[in-house]
């Protein structure tokens, strides 16, 4: 385990954008295909650089969080409320 996370450790910016457009393109740089397995392997790497080093907004597969609606008391609330239509 100790090597793998020396590897991790050791991936430059330069590493990271070649294997994130190997597993967008399905290649490497060569023309070579990429197997199952090393496209496996480009993923998890990919995603552990990301989460040492960028914003959790530009992680693979980001879904930006959807607003709430309002869930305070209701004093704070805006008086906006629509009444209730009883069928």
Request: glycine share 4%; charged share 25%.
């Amino acid at each position: 385990m100790k090597n793998l996370q020396e590897l991790l450790t050791s991936l430059t910016p330069e590493i990271y954008q070649n294997l994130k457009r190997a597993v967008e393109l399905g290649k490497w740089a060569d023309g070579n295909r990429l197997s199952p397995e090393q496209r496996d392997l480009c993923m998890q790497a990919m995603i552990a650089y990301e989460h040492q080093h960028l914003p959790p907004e530009q992680h693979t597969g980001y879904i930006p969080p959807k607003p709430q609606p309002f869930c305070g008391d209701d004093h704070d609330q805006v008086q906006s409320e629509k009444p209730i239509k009883w069928m």
